[in-house]
């Protein structure tokens, strides 16, 4: 049983191949946030998954980058510590040092095999940015795809960079000289395999594309207090018409949630006069901004979500449904 | 005041206690600690994940509480994962991967393995020819990883190094450092499939010259049975895992170049599923040669007691990958 799935925003049934022909302008299931993607689960929830963006996929690399660099000088600084106390020779130092070749080649190639095995799916770093890896067509994220999608890595970034130090120490040395065009032949490999993302709406590298695997937002979310349930009270000391709890639309009813829940006292007071002139309400004796906005947000959520269960979802003040 | 209370509050609030309750036990099981849920823990998760995705459905057509949806939303994505995620234990999922995906998948890449096969082997033959007529392509075949056996070397030396049991040393270290190069070269050799297979075809052509020409380097001295041993001892195994390793990287490059009916995108993934493992077992195999190569062949200094075990091994790997079995459950 696995997910119905649109891996492709686009109604288009025509559209195919990496190369050339022209595609019809994709449609995009939310038309503000071009990552959001449908998400059919079994139960038939959509769950409007939203993709990793580039910006955070880089930011959590660099981040497992540094986990891997410090993991990879504390080996070397132990295993030197270790072979220095056998005297640097013996069948000891040389035990020491495969195990230190042993644990560094594991962390170069299966660091992030390791944990996106997991349940998480995902490396400390996209764990810190809320990311996870996740089949495209929403079945099961199975071990060769993981095996796949990081084993391109090699050719993505580690090849190159190696490459390249290599390169960089040999020239600092002065033994040999890198030649410029093989330095240059470097960057341009590295650039095009890791600007990949950016050429395509789904946001993969080449090692996802191969492993039929994305990577996708998966924050953990606390439940955060219902604004209108304390207001419920105050709401008897604020008694507005009909008229005066419709003056607004869902759109308006949101930025008022942020709002209240942001509690910045200087746009409180800004939004609170506008409301006011808005609904010709004139404030009592010691009316708290605050206090007024909530019972306005439950005012204003009751009357929309009456309507809602009649049909009527008014988008916005502009909207006459 | 209780005809006050909106209508979603009063939803929110019947179901608050269980969204929370889903979410504790997912976080224990995303921890990894799944085996610290209980039975009836884990027989819990799954109604209340369908809970959750239900109540996702209502909220999101009668309330208007962005933060409720969006915890909703969160909540039920996680829970999907969780309840549709891998299942199978790690110890299941192992003796499935030996018992039936790994050589499953192997034989279902025989075409690309022949053809990697080929590539090799015709490198090396030529490489032999060339060698042979004029023994200066050596150098420029070789190169860099003759260390010391080329043309110049006198026979004693040459023959030396077949039969050097280092001893003395520890040769655990020897053959750690034989995997974790051969295994980084064959994944950099995989991965190199991407672009339509061409410089997987020519670093397999690469490693074929450079056998060929020290198989005509040795034979030319009269060495040729006594390399052969020296070599296939690992070899069986490792060339093995290198021309799979290839196969693997043109199955990719193949899919990417001629998908077929499918789109470009789906047949890359597909094809790269299949041969992301092989590649797992690629690295198995590698390891295995590391040892017959690092403690085998040092320990062992008897030409037919070399050829037995690649023999032996050679035959275990295609008993294991091509005999017909039945169907794995």
Known sequence: MTATFNAKPSAS??????????????????????????????EGVDLRLQLGSAGERAAAFVLDGVIITVGFVILLLSAAAAASAMGFKGQGAEFVGAIELMAAFFLRSFYFIFFELRPAAATPGKMALGLRVAARDGGRLTSEAIFTRNALREIEVFMPATLLLLGWLMSMTGAEAVDGWTVLAGIVWTGIFLLFPLFNRDRLRVGDLLAGTWVV???????????????????????????????YGVKELQVLEDVLRRRDPRTLAAVAQRIRRKIDWTAGPGEHDADFLAAYYAALRGRLENRLLFGHRRKDKFDKA | MKDLQLKSHRFRAEREGDWRRLETLLGKGERGRARSLTDEELLQIPVLYRAAASSLSVARATSLDASLIAYLESLTTRGYFFVYGPRTKFTQRLTKFFRHDWPAAVSGLWRETAISAAIFIIAA????????????????????????????ASTASLKKVLYDNDSGHFLGGFAVFLFTHNAQVSILCFALGFAFGVPTALFM??????????????????????L??????????????????????FRIGLAVAFPGDKTRLDA???????????????????????????????????D??????????LTLWLGFFYLPRREAR
């Open chain 1, 217 to 247: 937002k998966a924050p953990r979310r606390t439940l955060a207090v219902d604004l209108a349930s304390d207001a419920s009270e105050r709401l008897a000391r604020f008694a507005f018409t009909p008229d005066q709890a419709a003056a």
């Open chain 2, 268 to 302: 890359a993934s597909e094809a790269g599923r299949h041969a992301g493992v092989v590649m797992i077992g690629v690295v198995v195999m590698l390891i295995v040669a590391g040892l017959l190569e690092g403690i085998g062949r040092q320990t062992i200094l008897i």
């Open chain 2, 125 to 152: 033959a030529a490489a032999y020819f060339l060698v042979t007529r004029d023994n200066a392509w050596y150098d420029s075949m070789v190169g860099g990883m003759a260390q010391g056996r080329d043309f110049a």
């Open chain 2, 228 to 249: 052969g041993g020296w070599l296939m001892i690992h070899g069986a195994t490792e060339l093995f895992a290198c021309i799979l390793a290839g196969a693997a990287g």
């Open chain 1, 13 to 42: 049934a025509g559209r195919r191949g990496l190369f050339g022909r022209r595609r019809p302008k994709p449609v995009y299931v939310d038309p503000q946030n071009h990552l959001v993607r449908e998400f059919v689960t079994p």
């Open chain 2, 205 to 226: 052509a690469e490693q074929g010259l450079v056998l060929g020409a020290m198989i005509a380097l040795y034979a030319s001295r009269g060495l040729g049975w006594q």
């Open chain 2, 304 to 313: 037919w007691a070399r050829y037995a075990i690649a023999g032996v091994t």
